[in-house]
């Protein structure tokens, strides 16, 4: 079993790296957002703060690394060089599924990150299904454990365990488990999809059990339905995977939507993020912070220098954006009237 995950873990970098794994008529809504430029802001751009807060703390920008990787010898390279980026520039750093963690030997230090981010928050992260397969509030305490995470987020992927071989597709009684961890694991409890969206009602239930964050990550980004697809040896999965390939809830509108259901825990915005101005729109919709994912991986593969230059680039940009509309924080971002929403 552990082999498989170790080579499943491996497949997923080569896919998403080379692979078309996008929907192919489904956007994270993006377009449907626009500023009005404000010609005179009456701020100085070089004093414009994106220092944000994310569970208690005070974060210097409101950016995420997403969960992605570990469990494979190339994903160690990756996480030790996102993990030297996020400390350099201190965005908070979330790692891939752990389950292997726990059920193998072989490739921990491809999560065990701590000493090259000795000051960010990093995320552990467990897909929410293993509740059901085993995996219970002493198992995610080894996990925080092993990698002297801040946080735990749970991953909601019930399309992707159908495609994948030998999926886990029990998700009965999860609200009353997730419940239980929340009030028993010691640590903030969040909870993400991986590409097919949160919408409000779903995370109001979240919240009520004691959800201190969620990650909408939602439709427009990578489709790991597509992801899978490309793995999968059954012709008949391989199909339904494609007719899957439009599936879910555009970033934008779940943003929106959840915003509208919870007022005190913070809005992770990811799913097809690119770029600042991805953020500085995300962020004036509701979110607190906004992740990224593969729009920093290939970056991930070569070196730290190449990760810090396209944060960099995300920073200046939503700089640049805050600086268009007249906002002068985070705060005012989130406030801002110029932002114009257009529901599908």
Same mark, same amino acid.
């Given at each position: 079993?552990?082999?498989?995950?170790?080579? %499943?873990?491996?497949?997923?970098?080569?896919?998403?790296?080379?692979?078309?794994?996008?929907?192919?008529?489904?956007?994270?809504?993006?377009?449907?957002?626009?500023?009005?430029?404000?010609?005179?802001?009456?701020?100085? $751009?070089?004093?414009? &703060?994106?220092?944000?807060? $994310?569970?208690?703390?005070?974060?210097?920008?409101?950016?995420?690394? =997403?969960?992605?990787?570990?469990?494979?010898?190339?994903?160690?390279?990756?996480?030790?060089?996102?993990?030297?980026?996020?400390?350099?520039?201190?965005? !908070? #750093?979330?790692?891939?599924?752990?389950?292997?963690?726990?059920?193998?030997?072989?490739?921990?230090?491809? $999560?065990?990150?701590?000493?090259?981010?000795?000051?960010?928050? +990093?995320?552990?992260?467990?897909?929410?299904?293993?509740?059901?397969?085993?995996?219970?509030?002493?198992?995610?305490?080894?996990?925080?454990?092993?990698?002297?995470?801040?946080?735990?987020?749970?991953? #909601?992927?019930?399309?992707?365990?159908?495609?994948?071989?030998?999926?886990?597709?029990?998700?009965?009684?999860?609200?009353?488990?997730?419940?239980?961890?929340?009030?028993?694991?010691? !640590?903030?409890?969040? !909870?993400?999809?991986?590409?097919?969206?949160?919408?409000?009602?779903?995370?109001?239930?979240?919240?009520?059990?004691?959800?201190?964050? !969620?990650?909408?990550?939602?439709?427009?980004?990578?489709?790991?339905?597509?992801?899978?697809?490309? %793995?999968?040896?059954?012709? +008949?999965?391989?199909?339904?995977?494609?007719?899957? &390939?439009?599936?879910?809830?555009?970033?934008?509108?779940?943003?929106?939507?959840?915003?509208?259901?919870?007022?005190?825990?913070?809005?992770?915005?990811?799913?097809?993020?690119?770029?600042?101005?991805?953020?500085?729109?995300?962020?004036?919709?509701?979110?607190?912070?906004?992740?990224?994912?593969? =729009?920093?991986?290939?970056?991930?593969?070569?070196?730290?220098?190449?990760?810090?230059?396209?944060?960099?680039?995300?920073?200046?940009?939503?700089?640049?954006?805050? $600086?268009?509309?007249?906002?002068?924080?985070?705060?005012?971002?989130?406030?801002?009237?110029?932002?114009?929403?257009?529901?599908?």
């Amino acid at each position: 079993m552990t082999d498989s995950i170790h080579t %499943r873990k491996a497949e997923h970098i080569e896919i998403t790296l080379n692979e078309k794994v996008t929907g192919n008529n489904i956007s994270t809504g993006l377009e449907r957002v626009h500023f009005i430029h404000n010609a005179l802001p009456e701020i100085d $751009f070089n004093e414009i &703060s994106i220092e944000s807060e $994310f569970l208690g703390q005070s974060r210097p920008t409101p950016f995420v690394i =997403s969960s992605m990787t570990g469990g494979a010898e190339f994903a160690e390279t990756i996480n030790r060089n996102l993990a030297m980026a996020a400390e350099e520039k201190g965005w !908070v #750093l979330a790692l891939g599924s752990m389950r292997a963690l726990i059920e193998s030997e072989e490739h921990r230090s491809s $999560f065990q990150v701590r000493q090259y981010a000795p000051n960010v928050p +990093i995320i552990a992260n467990l897909g929410a299904v293993q509740l059901n397969y085993g995996f219970g509030t002493e198992q995610c305490k080894q996990i925080i454990e092993m990698t002297d995470a801040d946080a735990l987020v749970l991953h #909601l992927n019930t399309i992707q365990e159908v495609i994948q071989p030998n999926g886990d597709l029990n998700f009965k009684d999860l609200l009353r488990k997730i419940e239980i961890l929340t009030t028993e694991l010691g !640590v903030p409890v969040g !909870v993400k999809e991986v590409g097919w969206g949160i919408d409000g009602q779903t995370a109001r239930k979240l919240c009520d059990v004691g959800i201190s964050f !969620v990650d909408v990550a939602g439709a427009g980004g990578t489709s790991w339905s597509q992801v899978e697809k490309f %793995r999968s040896k059954e012709p +008949i999965k391989r199909a339904a995977a494609e007719t899957f &390939s439009d599936w879910g809830n555009p970033t934008v509108d779940c943003v929106v939507a959840v915003r509208e259901s919870i007022q005190e825990q913070s809005i992770v915005a990811s799913g097809g993020m690119y770029t600042g101005m991805d953020a500085a729109k995300t962020i004036a919709l509701g979110a607190n912070m906004v992740g990224f994912g593969r =729009s920093i991986l290939k970056e991930a593969t070569q070196s730290v220098e190449d990760v810090i230059a396209v944060m960099e680039t995300k920073e200046l940009e939503l700089r640049m954006a805050m $600086f268009g509309v007249g906002a002068a924080t985070i705060g005012q971002l989130q406030t801002t009237d110029r932002v114009q929403y257009r529901k599908r």
